[in-house]
């Protein structure tokens, strides 16, 4: 199975983490980051995974228009990581809607938190300091191998 990951990680490497502990377990995987992805680099995967941190609650804005892109009917999965979540918020409505269009199967959407110094947060330290953690790439990688089956 071919499989490439994009990925958008500005804030602290933190989705980039996830995606490097992917490829180190999994060295036949494709990366590309969003900003330089084209399409074309896109057109022979049976599997992309899209990875990004959350911002403003969603992906990355590149990752949207990567997934605008895709080949229809794309075998897809998520990888993201935030700050926090307490309500329990979908990050990744706005994706989804546009891999809808695109007639995507996404098979899968692992998120984790990442450490976000991001405006007033920066004033107490961060919130999900130390993450992701040894644990959370640990699940990362696993989560990628439940897809390979
Ligand atoms: C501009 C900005 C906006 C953010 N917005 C959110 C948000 O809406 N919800 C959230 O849980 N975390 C938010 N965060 C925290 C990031 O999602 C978190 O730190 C993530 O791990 C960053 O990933 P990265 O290091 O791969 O860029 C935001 C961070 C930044 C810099």
């Given at each position: 199975m071919k499989t490439a990951?994009?990925?958008h990680s500005s804030h602290h490497?933190?989705?980039?983490?996830?995606?490097d502990a992917i490829v180190?377990?999994?060295n036949d995987i494709a990366v590309f980051e969003a900003e330089s992805c084209r399409p074309d680099d896109l057109s022979s995967f049976d599997l992309?995974?899209?990875a990004s941190g959350i911002y403003y609650f969603s992906f990355d804005k590149s990752l949207l228009n990567i997934a605008v892109a895709?080949?229809?009917h794309q075998r897809v999965f998520l990888l993201s990581t935030c700050g926090g979540n307490k309500l329990g918020l979908n990050y990744a409505r706005k994706?989804?809607?546009?891999?809808s269009e695109r007639q995507a199967e996404i098979v899968g959407h692992f998120s984790c938190l990442g450490y976000n110094t991001y405006?007033?947060?920066k004033l107490f330290g961060g919130t999900a300091k130390g993450h992701p953690d040894d644990d959370d790439?640990?699940?990362?990688?696993?989560f990628y191998e439940s897809l390979r089956g």
């Open positions: 990951i994009v990925y490497g933190n989705t980039k983490k996830l995606v180190a377990a999994h992309i995974g899209l895709l080949p229809l994706l989804e809607a546009v891999l405006g007033f947060f790439l640990r699940h990362a990688i696993a």
